[in-house]
């Protein structure tokens, strides 16, 4: 018999380099609720507090990079998966979504794949450390201290005090919290209106996303690249027409999912997974193509704005289009651009299905 290993989480803290924290980052059990915050989910690796510095240290010197020098705390997400499989969690994640997981390896492994599927959900139907981090970040923005339900307008006052980051499995972990949040709402009493409405007050911007892009339950905005293989493990029409047309995907902008992507973001082509390009200095050592500049300002203007937002004490969240524009990114443009390219691909894809029911 198989022993179960359960999961977990925790958060680490930038705080100023000293003896007590010679890599500038300390353990945090707690994200204060009055306080401006923004957390990263970095990608499945993101096992040990120096891997998840390195993420908030990221966010943090692009705040400095921007005037943002205080008002605002940092925090990352460190793993510990136990017996879970994080590639087996997307897999399930998709199929909920409604996509079909590629099946391209033998009918063996198939079964096998969907045993431990079954095994893993069976342990721990949420994961553990979803469930943690949502107990951390989330569920004392929507509960008062005596563990009853806040109204509306407190619940959302505290949630544009923190925003999320997300990379790679990062978006997995905050689709699955949003998920988990969704179903605790319900059991606290909420209106199901009043769950939506809630929800999409929490800011999330995520770069190379692998978690399901539409029907997301926070306001989230999505950055990618064309080419990033990573992204391709379900049957979507749409990722690989993308994929195979990467050449002519100029920076775009698609509502659907709010996703903006542009063919070719990195010089190097085994980069277009990678996220620094957030920082300006990046550009210098990781050379950034004309398309991937668009795309990464894009993606720092929603992170700069947003952060500034929650500073502010906005009572509402900007739109797409005010997050993201500045520099040299115009939000009309690449929703042109998008719409246009949408057609071109929607065409493509009429004829080949023509083209192989002809052939039938």
């Not at 008062?144 to 949630?159: A, G």
């Not at 007050?201 to 999505?222: C, G, K, M, R, W």
């Not at 500049?293 to 906005?314: C, D, P, Q, Y």
């Not at 690449?334 to 390219?341: D, F, T």
Request: aromatic residues 8%; hydrophobic residues 40%.
């Amino acid at each position: 018999m198989t022993i179960h290993i359960p999961s977990g989480a925790k958060l680490i803290k930038r705080v100023p380099r000293s003896p007590d924290a010679p890599y500038a980052c300390i353990d945090a059990d707690h994200v204060p609720t009055d306080t401006p915050a923004i957390v990263a989910f970095g990608g499945e690796l993101t096992r040990t507090p120096r891997d998840a510095n390195s993420y908030a240290n990221l966010l943090q010197r692009l705040a400095e990079e921007n005037k943002i020098l205080n008002g605002i705390d940092f925090y990352s997400v460190v793993y510990d998966f136990g017996s879970r499989t994080p590639g087996l969690e997307r897999a399930e994640q998709f199929r909920i979504a409604g996509r079909r997981v590629v099946n391209d390896i033998h009918p063996l492994l198939q079964q096998e794949r969907n045993d431990a599927i079954r095994a893993m959900n069976r342990n721990e139907p949420t994961a553990n450390y979803v469930v943690q981090l949502y107990n951390i970040l989330l569920r004392p923005r929507i509960v008062s201290e005596y563990d009853m339900k806040t109204n509306i307008f407190q619940t959302v006052e505290k949630l544009h005090r923190i925003m999320f980051y997300a990379h790679c499995h990062g978006a997995s972990t905050i689709w699955q919290m949003g998920r988990y949040m969704h179903a605790d709402m319900i059991q606290m009493g909420f209106a199901p209106r009043d769950i939506r409405r809630i929800q999409q007050e929490l800011l999330v911007i995520q770069h190379s996303p692998i978690a399901p892009l539409d029907n997301q339950y926070f306001t989230t905005l999505s950055f990618a690249s064309a080419e990033d293989t990573m992204m391709q493990n379900h049957n979507n029409m749409f990722a690989r027409w993308m994929d195979e047309n990467s050449s002519d995907v100029i920076p775009a902008y698609f509502a659907h999912g709010n996703l903006f992507v542009a063919g070719h973001l990195n010089e190097m082509s085994f980069q277009e997974h990678d996220h620094s390009g957030i920082l300006y200095s990046a550009d210098t050592s990781w050379p950034l193509t004309h398309d991937g500049r668009v795309i990464f300002t894009a993606e720092r203007n929603a992170l700069v704005h947003g952060m500034k937002n929650m500073i502010a004490g906005a009572p509402d969240l900007p739109s797409v289009a005010k997050l993201v524009n500045g520099d040299i990114v115009d939000f009309n443009q690449l929703q042109e651009n998008g719409e246009r390219l949408y057609k071109i691909m929607l065409g493509d894809l009429r004829r080949q299905n023509s083209r192989r029911d002809h052939q039938k």
